[in-house]
């Protein structure tokens, strides 16, 4: 440990819930965010941010759920990045297809349809648990695998079967370059880590652990 909270006292409910109730915490991440959001951008090359540091937002955002269900959930899940694939493919094909929708709106809707493919696979899950969850995110695995392979609809009929989305719109600020992505991603996965870290200091979050604890002991 590089420090400890000896001497960093809570007199009142609001310290005590605080995102970081450490003050050395607090000062670190900080310094993190205006070091990422400042001094990153200007540093780093095209190749470093298409090859390493954008596809590490991405994956952390991912891990960040994943978390939230295995984690705090207690459930085992090997498909994750088959749910991941239906929020890529709907978003893509929602920008293709309804170009009028601001990319925000369009965020909010690929993030609800992986939610309902989830559940689709869940529902037929909801009797079994453990080792026997796990295999039935894996047969949503395969089957994510298989559908998007041979249904062309989804990478609008191209013929290397891979999807080369076009720069973003936001607001008039064209996200098009390796660094405004970056930008983007980095804003996204704040903003989604803070939702993640409050659902879990909740009534939600604490109903999950409890539910956790319940299904171990059984």
């Not at 089957?143 to 990478?155: G, M, N």
């Not at 992505?181 to 980095?186: A, H, P, Q, R």
């Amino acid at each position: 440990m590089f420090f400890r909270e000896n001497g960093q006292f809570k007199s009142t409910y609001r310290a005590d819930m605080q995102l970081l109730p450490i003050v050395q915490d607090r000062y670190f991440m900080v310094a993190l965010v205006v070091l990422a959001f400042v001094a990153l951008p200007f540093v780093a090359t095209d190749y470093l941010f298409l090859s390493i540091i954008n596809p590490f937002l991405i994956l952390t955002l991912a891990a960040i759920g994943l978390n939230l269900l295995v984690g705090y959930c207690g459930q085992i899940s090997i498909g994750h990045a088959a749910f991941m694939a239906w929020g890529a493919y709907a978003a893509y094909n929602l920008v293709q297809r309804v170009p009028m929708l601001n990319f925000l709106v369009v965020l909010v809707l690929a993030g609800l349809i992986a939610a309902l493919v989830g559940m689709f696979f869940g529902i037929p899950s909801l009797r079994i648990k453990g080792l026997y969850l796990a295999v039935a995110t894996l047969a949503a695995q395969f089957f994510t695998d298989w559908i998007f392979a041979r249904v062309k609809w989804f990478t609008n009929y191209a013929h290397s079967g891979s999807v080369s989305p076009a720069p973003v719109d936001l607001f008039g600020w064209t996200i098009g370059t390796p660094r405004e992505k970056y930008v983007f991603l980095l804003g996204i996965l704040i903003v989604g880590t803070l939702i993640a870290k409050n659902l879990t200091r909740g009534h939600l979050g604490r109903a999950w652990m409890a539910t956790r604890d319940m299904d171990v002991a059984a």
